[in-house]
């Protein structure tokens, strides 16, 4: 069950109308979150670069509801869309202990993502964490439950996380860490954390190129994936790694290590993927072109000694990942050897951002 930590709620004479706008990011994990307890609960800490191109621009209008609980309208890119507006009501009901005067409102909700449909990446951690910061911002705006900056933060991201969990991480710009990491005192389960100074330069400004294998929507949803760890033979020593790996991935960003940094990254991406392959049912969600990548990235790194390395999501896009000071080396490698193996050679050009913004 969540505990609700407030429980802050409208006077009838006070239910206001108004509009809340957030643009927020997509992230890409280093250190995987792959499986859950609960309610988006992590087996397992992770930590991601949350990017800068690749937005979801959400406005949220509100006003007093006619009924007893809340009311969504939910259109994305102007039009009407059911299918997300039940993701939300679902939301919504999960949010409910801990934003009680949602009940009381009735949201029209406009959303539109910065990267294409076709693109097959998901929107679902920039979407749910620029909602989750809506909410938050119509709460501190109006109830004064909320007085902090830190306070904002954490509560959209702790919404945000019950949306969908990854979408926590999406709060904070930089590199962010969910779930708790032995001797960061302030990780934390319930939300994501802005890992704290020092690190080293290079990963401030860090490229990750998106390189888009296949478009298609994916055939397993990250729900249905992470629900098979619960029975997946190898789950516990993955949990296990994934804590040891962070700790060597965040000395890693500490000291500037890019040959650390680059083992653990691909050693997480292709863990990932080995988890998927042996659950029960097993699924393969790389292509043939996501491995003739692959085997291009660790050829190519033989040969220059560049640092350039790759990561994997839930699915067949790979994320080319490298120092902005190698930017021409390695925008000349795609276009020569890696365009062939892209949906009509399309990539999207992305780099670690500064976080959420109002619009
Ligand atoms: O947040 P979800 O439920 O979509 O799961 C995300 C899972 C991965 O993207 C594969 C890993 C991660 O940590 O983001």
Excluded at 26 to 52: E, R
Excluded at 248 to 269: H, P, W
Excluded at 314 to 325: K, S
């Amino acid at each position: 069950m969540i505990q609700p930590l407030i429980e802050p709620i409208f006077t009838d004479a006070q239910v206001p109308t108004g509009k809340v706008s957030w643009q927020s990011p997509s992230n890409i994990a280093l250190v995987k979150y792959w499986g859950k307890k609960d309610i988006q609960i992590p087996c397992n800490p992770s930590i991601s670069f949350t990017l800068s191109q690749s937005v979801s621009k959400t406005g949220v209008s509100y006003r007093p509801a006619e009924g007893n609980s809340y009311e969504i309208e939910f259109y994305l890119d102007g039009v009407r869309t059911e299918k997300f507006e039940e993701k939300i009501h679902t939301f919504f009901n999960t949010i409910r202990p801990l934003c009680p005067f949602i009940d009381q409102l009735h949201f029209r909700i406009d959303s539109s993502n910065t990267f294409p449909h076709s693109a097959g990446i998901a929107s679902s951690a920039s979407g749910m964490s620029a909602l989750a910061l809506c909410i938050a911002d119509i709460e501190r705006k109006h109830l004064g439950s909320i007085s902090t900056d830190d306070e904002f933060y954490r509560k959209a991201s702790l919404l945000a996380r019950l949306g969908s969990g990854s979408a926590c991480r999406s709060v904070y710009g930089g590199l962010v860490i969910w779930g708790e990491v032995e001797g960061i005192p302030e990780t934390s389960n319930e939300y994501g954390v802005p890992l704290n100074e020092p690190m080293h330069e290079v990963f401030k400004t860090y490229r990750d190129s998106i390189l888009i294998v296949d478009a298609a929507e994916k055939k397993v949803s990250s729900r249905v994936g992470h629900g098979m760890m619960n029975s997946n033979p190898f789950s516990a020593e993955r949990f296990a790694q994934a804590g040891r790996n962070i700790q060597i991935l965040i000395a890693a960003i500490r000291s500037g290590d890019l040959e650390a940094f680059i083992k653990i990254t691909e050693l997480e991406a292709l863990t990932l993927h080995a988890m998927m392959m042996t659950s029960d049912p097993y699924f393969l969600l790389m292509r043939p072109n996501t491995l003739s990548i692959i085997e291009k990235i660790f050829d190519f790194r033989q040969q220059t000694g560049l640092p350039v390395c790759f990561t994997l999501d839930a699915g067949p896009n790979v994320h080319l990942l490298y120092p902005q000071h190698h930017e021409q080396e390695i925008k000349t490698f795609i276009a020569n050897d890696l365009a062939v193996h892209l949906h009509n050679g399309f990539y999207i050009d992305d780099k670690v951002g500064s976080g959420p913004a109002m619009f």
